[in-house]
């Protein structure tokens, strides 16, 4: 008889929370480019920088970067780009959160939208879904008794010849 010990990793979900959030700003067209007359298209991107767990929340700290598309009146080169950042932190209620342990968060995108204010100022709203949890990792030994004789397959286990 031969006595088999085996690890066994599990992850609970201590906590977890959902939540959407509002970036809404006003931004300045810089004064190296010219007016815009027409938004063609925009695109923004979130960068998380951080995330850390304090009693029974998190905190999410990071940007939207985006890249704006436009239409200008000058005769000689009528498509221009511009880039922005909106920073931004969130605070979220995660019900029963260790300090301790560290928060796993995922985020979407949901919109980004610009609207034209005037022709140096545009409006950048965009909707921001952050999902967040901390889970707990635990390891248990399992112990077997093999009868009869164990054998190590290919994959390096040990492989009861008979029941185990």
Known sequence: MKLMTRQIRTSLKNCHSDMQLTLEDDINVPDSKPD???II????????????????????????????????????RQIHTMQGQIPFEESINLENANPDQEVHCHYDLEDCRASLI??????????????????????????????????????GRSHPADRC
């Open 36 to 38: 815009i007359e027409h």
């Open 41 to 76: 298209k925009i695109q923004g991107e979130i960068h998380v920088q951080e995330t850390s767990a304090e009693t029974d929340r998190a905190i999410i700290r990071g940007q939207l970067s985006f890249s704006l598309l436009y239409l200008s009146d000058v005769d000689f």
């Open 118 to 155: 005037n022709s140096r100022k545009i409006s950048v709203r965009a909707i921001l879904s952050l999902h967040c949890c901390q889970e707990e990792e635990h390891t248990r030994h399992r112990n077997r008794h093999c009868f009869g004789r164990c054998s190590t397959g290919r994959d």
